[in-house]
């Protein structure tokens, strides 16, 4: 069983910066994939960004250049810095692990852009 705990959403105006961080307890190894997927109101869920363990990353193109993923192998910890936010980036941001082929899901972080 594989837990993800997201923290570090909020306020922040455009142009500001957040950091997102989520960190995977329970019995595991190390998890293959981790990244963060992306709910805005009234959209469907989408890939923001995400980074295997060996360091390989994928980015939506409308985060390219302003968002950077990274990870803690050894602490199954996984972040992502956004910065120059803008207000389309307001979403609820879910943390996603791939662990041994199975997805497992944070409950999310709440990230509100305002203009």
């Known amino acids: 069983q594989v837990q993800l705990v997201e923290s570090g959403g909020g306020l922040v105006q455009a142009g500001g910066s957040l950091r997102l961080s989520c960190a995977a307890s329970?019995?595991?190894?190390?998890?293959?994939?981790m990244g963060w997927y992306r709910r805005a109101p009234g959209k469907q869920r989408e890939l923001v960004a995400a980074?295997?363990?060996?360091?390989?990353?994928n980015y939506a193109d409308s985060v390219k250049g302003r968002f950077t993923v990274s990870r803690d192998n050894p602490e199954n910890t996984v972040y992502l810095q956004m910065n120059n936010l803008k207000v389309e980036d307001t979403a609820v941001y879910y943390c996603?692990?791939?662990?041994?082929?199975?997805?497992?899901w944070g409950k999310g972080t709440l990230v509100t852009v305002s203009s």
């Open positions: 980074i295997v363990g060996g360091g390989t990353t």
């Open positions: 996603w692990g791939d662990y041994y082929g199975m997805d497992y």
């Open positions: 329970g019995t595991i190894l190390s998890i293959y994939a």
